[in-house]
């Protein structure tokens, strides 16, 4: 029983962070090249993600919400994503700016989950490659998953799984 509920507990904390992305994008005039090179695969407690994942970038449009600039599927061999940029030849906000963060998501099962990533640095050390540059080339060698959950192992709901601490 004690189980049971520890697994509802982790569906549901999931879940609740899921989002209700739409995962289609405009494919705008300019573009910044994500190199996705991972170090290990991707998992989600404790099992791989495959092939059938998707592996996004988001960016929030003129009504603060979060809109898809790109995306791929998953694989554990090298890929890549064009995050395309915002077509300045109309008003809105349909693609990234200069300087705005890639907010990484994964769609993994129908369910939709925050991705911590690190960049490797190369070419222009002044250049953050965690920001959106027209024309930019970023390296990717680590996705993580985003488990909320406790992460004091002297809790009694301690969670294992758990990357950030949800309080």
Known sequence: MKKLIFLSIILISN??????????????????TLLITLE???TLDGVDI???????????NDDGELQCGGFS??????????????????DEIDGFQ???????????????????????????????PSEYLTNGISNITSLTI???GCTDSSALNYNQNATVDDG
Do not use: C
């Open 146 to 148: 985003v488990v909320p």
């Open 73 to 90: 599927n998953y694989s554990i061999d090298q890929f890549s994503i064009a995050a395309w940029g915002d077509d300045t030849t109309t």
């Open 40 to 42: 290990e695969n991707i």
């Open 15 to 32: 879940v609740s962070f899921s989002q209700g992305l739409l995962w289609e994008n405009n494919i705008t005039g300019s573009n910044h």
């Open 98 to 128: 200069a300087g705005g963060d890639f907010q990484w998501y994964i769609n993994f099962n129908g369910v939709d989950f925050a991705v911590d990533a690190i960049y490797s640095v190369f070419g222009d050390s002044n250049v953050d």
């Open 50 to 60: 495959d092939s059938t994942a998707l592996v996004g970038v988001f960016f929030e």
